[in-house]
């Protein structure tokens, strides 16, 4: 009871954070401005003359490719650099807490600026009759890949006590998830490595999962997949805080 | 109340803090002297769970610091080096958070803000962004988020750094008061603050403890301390060391001024005979027998900062003069 106390409590503040800079405001204007240039002017929304949400969501991997890193570039650059981590990792409260605090927060945070997409769901059901569970699943898949990415930005943060070095190892690491299935890519790898790793790092993009739930359908082992990526990267972060402090 | 046992901590190869031990009790105020880079923070992250101990045990009220973290962090109040907050907050907000972290809620939450408010003096910035505030604010701040829940240990990194002389005053005195009752540890390297508040002190150079006891015990390992000073008028200081050269009691006699009219010299005492008040009262009856008059006569009491930089800065003086040559 105490451990959700607390991870509410740093869940909180940094929340409210997000909201007490001029982070939040920018962040959420830009996803809606850039999420609605490209579902009506490059994927041509109306003309395509189906009442869905696709040509939307077929641009989130892309979107969240730059914005949610910068969301994430913070969580531990920002605490190491301005010292207040000596702070928060003394408050009895376990490194755990802490991680899972700030990863809820910043998703909470993301969920709320693609909540506010809403205006669109409203647009699909005025001017058609849209499939609601294909709407449904494509915000689900696109909640899960903002988590993924989110995930991968926090383990970069720890890694640094700057917010631009956090910021472009995250692209770096979140545009090899999205490439690793495609073959520039592959190729890249089948040139010293093994078949095995090559089907292997194949097998780690987030695309076909993506996809998948784009087309309406939630399959268990695309939210297995999301969920064990973000475990992955939560896990990292706490080896990589542990090991600062072991040295 | 705060025990760390053959703490020592490593830096990859490199050794910061060598095999330290000491406790502190309820009711104590421990200054942690040290030159810059001596291991005094490293210490203190150690004690306070930032970092883990290479080796050695850190307890805090019987709580193992790394194995029952959440028991004796619950114990501490921090304030770490430079006073880190998160800027953007408000002061209020602050510690708002780290109340609710610290497991208050409701009520004692919004009491014992309040009373950390007064106690550090910052009704008038509460409501402004910590990143706004000039550093003796921040200061306080932080310092109010480590006393915020009546912790039975206080760690202080530096507690007076960037105060200005009034503030300083201030923060010793509240140091002092809550010192009776709580078991406080401060880093510091103003030698004037450990008189002023701590009951020992310990110092350790170069990762090793070399000191470890009361701040008189510390001025008692000056050469100066014990030693006798005064001043004779109408007598020039060669008269005077002539008359003293064969007392068994004194070691050795430096003029200090020997202007016309008046000479200065201080006795160093030699034995445990020559010890106070026996040295002045020696050197007051030898003038009064030769009808000399003595105007000012005291007794030292050995210089912090004389002791300090010979516990500290033997070996690297040693060093300078290696490379010099």
């Not at chain 1, 105490?2 to 869940?11: D, E, F, W």
């Not at chain 2, 970092?51 to 109040?77: E, L, R, Y």
């Not at chain 2, 002061?91 to 803000?113: D, I, K, P, S, W």
Request: aromatic share 10%; charged share 20%.
């Amino acid at each position: 009871m105490s451990t959700c106390r607390s991870i509410y409590a740093v869940a909180k503040r940094e929340l409210v954070s997000y909201f007490d800079s001029p982070v939040a405001y920018v962040f959420i204007i830009i996803f809606l401005a850039l999420n609605g240039f490209f579902t009506f002017m490059v994927s041509d929304f109306f003309a395509r003359g189906q009442a869905d949400l696709r040509p939307m969501f077929f641009w989130h991997p892309w979107l969240y490719l730059i914005l949610v890193p910068a969301v994430g570039m913070r969580l531990w650059a920002e605490e190491r650099r301005s010292g207040s981590m000596e702070l928060l990792l003394t408050l009895p409260i376990t490194a755990w807490q802490a991680i899972v605090a700030k990863f809820l927060a910043a998703w909470l945070f993301l969920a709320l600026a693609l909540a506010l997409t809403f205006p669109m769901v409203i647009t699909v059901c005025v001017l058609g009759d849209p499939d609601g569970g294909a709407i449904v699943s494509g915000y689900v898949g696109s909640l899960l890949l903002a988590g993924v990415y989110l995930a991968v930005s926090m383990a970069m943060s720890s890694l640094t006590r700057s917010q631009v070095v956090s910021f472009v190892c995250s692209v770096v690491v979140c545009l090899l998830l999205v490439l690793a299935g495609w073959p520039p890519v592959t190729g890249m790898f089948e040139k010293w490595a093994g078949r095995w790793l090559v089907d292997g790092v194949a097998a780690f993009s987030v695309m076909p999962h993506f996809e998948d739930m784009q087309r309406g359908v939630i399959d268990s082992r695309d939210v297995i997949y999301c969920a064990s990526v973000i475990v992955f990267f939560l896990f990292f972060t706490a080896v990589v805080i542990r090991n600062r402090r072991r040295v | 109340m705060i025990k760390a046992e053959h703490l020592v901590k490593y830096f990859g190869p490199k050794l910061a803090v060598n095999d330290v031990s000491f406790t502190v009790g309820r009711g104590e105020v421990l200054g942690f002297l040290g030159p810059n880079g001596a291991g005094k923070s490293t210490s203190m992250r150690m004690i306070t769970g930032f970092f883990a101990p290479s080796a050695g045990t850190v307890t805090i009220d019987g709580h193992d610091i790394v194995n029952d973290s959440i028991a004796a962090k619950a114990c501490i109040g921090y304030l770490p080096e430079n006073a880190p907050a998160y800027p953007e907050m408000t002061v209020q907000r602050f510690l708002n958070f780290m109340a609710a972290v610290r497991g208050l809620r409701g009520r004692a939450a919004t009491e014992a803000v309040e009373k950390v408010i007064e106690t550090c003096f910052l009704q008038s910035v509460r409501r402004q962004p910590i990143e706004t505030l000039s550093k003796g604010f921040r200061h306080r701040t932080c310092f109010a988020q480590a006393i915020l829940h009546d912790p039975p240990a206080l760690v202080l990194d530096e507690p007076t750094d960037g105060l200005d002389p009034n503030q300083k005053h201030e923060m010793r005195n509240l140091i002092k008061r809550m010192g009776r009752s709580k078991a406080i540890i401060l880093s510091t390297h103003i030698l004037e603050e450990v008189d002023a508040v701590c009951s020992r002190v310990i110092i350790i150079d170069r990762g090793r403890l070399v000191f470890n006891g009361t701040p008189a015990d510390l001025r008692g390992k000056s050469d100066l301390a014990g030693a006798v000073t005064a001043r004779f008028l109408g007598q020039s200081a060669n008269t005077v060391r002539e008359a003293f050269r064969d007392q068994a009691a004194v070691a050795r006699v430096v003029t200090i001024s020997d202007e016309d009219g008046a000479a200065v010299l201080r006795f160093y005492p030699r034995g445990e005979a020559a010890g106070p008040p026996n040295l002045a009262r020696l050197v007051a009856e030898s003038a009064k027998s030769r009808g000399w008059l003595v105007d000012q006569l005291r007794t030292e009491e050995g210089a912090l900062d004389a002791v300090f930089h010979a516990l500290t800065a033997s070996d690297t003086g040693a060093k300078e003069k290696e490379v010099a040559a």
